[in-house]
């Protein structure tokens, strides 16, 4: 007689309830965080690439009422060139901008219109030094090409140091580059002509108060570096803006322009985006960038959007061009995807594993039925 068949052991007894809730929640949970670690893990990835960034940025604030408010409120306040920026951002983004809106854009960019305005911005610039667009940069940049610009500002800071009274040494020390860099830039027939226009807009930007603290403070320690401050004083306490030769002698024996390289090469990036993306533009990066490499990619930017740079700018700031303080915030939901992601699989794994296990047994069990109920009938 054949022996009788074993019996399955017992399963233990695991609740499926558990880890199915788990693998619910969890799988809601990813659902829900899924699309920000995804655009985090994207945005991690393109930190380096300023136009992704910046388009990201675009793409997540403007819209068509953003854009007809930020034209409405450049026109009002008679700013035409960032109305006409957010005009051409608009376009790039299939929006498009209502018809008296587009009138009125119209008639500011109208000949006459433009004519009164350029004629001041012009003498505004070449007189002051602190240029409100194209044009007046323009004028500013004829008088510090022919160094009447940088001997004015040079002596009228001087003159302040001779008396005692506050002087800016960041404004000498720019005056006294600027006037070796225009040296070098008729020297090699204008290829320094980029450094020399951002040189202008980091001073204009200096006296308007549009510098960024943290790059004014950055300027101002490589000018230390470049300049010899005491002797430059000393030598335009003695000269004077109607004895020029004498004036641009003295700073220029006071500037070691072997050392003006990181300085000259931000200058450059700062004339890029002014040749690409227009004055306002390169003055609008000058107030948030936070260093040369911020200037760097805001010339890439530039190279990039052209026109529509300053509405990128409007629009998101420094963001534009580098993870700010969202970085934490951004690694934080990436993280917490992927924590979320692998418990999502961790639950599913044991639920799965659970209910293989009950199927075996199952089947089992089934079979030793079946086993003995075939030896009870024979």
């Known amino acids: 007689m ?30 829900a965080l899924g699309p920000r670690g995804y655009d985090a893990g994207w945005l991690l990835l393109a930190q380096d690439d300023p136009v992704r960034l910046a388009d990201h940025a675009v793409a997540e604030r403007l819209t068509p009422a953003v854009a007809a408010r930020e034209i409405e409120a450049a026109l009002a306040a008679g700013d035409v060139d960032l109305a006409n920026s957010f005009v051409d951002l608009a ?18 960019n109208s000949t006459s219109a433009k004519a009164v305005r350029n004629t001041g911005s012009f003498a505004w610039g070449l007189v002051t030094g602190q240029p409100d667009d194209m044009v007046g940069l323009a004028g500013t940049a ?37 006037i070796a860099v225009t040296a070098g830039t008729y020297a090699s027939r204008g290829a320094g002509a980029p450094a ?23 300027v101002t320690r490589s000018v230390r570096g470049v300049v010899d401050m005491g002797a430059m004083r000393r030598a335009l ?31 450059r990036d700062v004339g890029r985006v002014q040749a690409k993306a227009g004055t306002q533009a390169a003055l609008d990066s000058l107030k948030v960038a936070e260093g040369p490499r911020d200037m760097s990619r805001f010339a890439r930017l530039a190279e990039a959007k052209g026109s529509k740079t300053r509405a990128i700018i409007r629009l998101a700031g420094r963001a534009a061009i580098a993870l700010t303080i969202a970085l934490f915030d951004l690694a934080s939901a990436l993280f917490t995807a992927l924590f979320a992601l692998f ?36």
Not at 10 to 20: C, E, H, I, N, S
Not at 349 to 363: A, I
């Open 343 to 378: 418990g999502f699989c961790s639950a599913v794994k044991s639920t799965t594993e659970r209910t293989t296990l009950r199927y075996v047994h199952w089947r089992k069990a089934r079979r030793w039925r079946q086993q003995m109920e075939a030896l009870a009938a024979g």
């Open 196 to 218: 020399r226009v951002g040189l202008t807009l980091v001073k204009a930007a200096r006296k308007g108060g549009w510098l960024s603290r943290q790059l004014a403070a950055w």
């Open 2 to 31: 054949s022996p009788l068949p074993a019996k399955p052991a017992a399963m233990p007894r695991k609740r499926l309830v558990w880890p199915v809730m788990g693998a619910l929640a969890l799988g809601a949970m990813v659902a």
């Open 237 to 267: 306490a003695e000269a004077s803006i109607t004895q020029p030769a004498l004036a641009v002698r003295a700073v220029r024996d006071a500037v070691k322009l072997d050392k003006a390289e990181g300085l000259v090469t931000a200058a």
């Open 91 to 108: 376009a790039e983004r299939g929006i498009a901008i209502k018809p008296e809106l587009a009138a009125r854009l119209a008639e500011a």
């Open 142 to 178: 004829v008088g510090d090409l022919f160094v009447f610009g940088d001997i004015r500002d040079a002596v009228r800071e001087g003159v302040h140091y001779a008396k005692g009274e506050p002087t800016d040494e960041l404004v000498l020390g720019l005056a006294g580059v600027g």
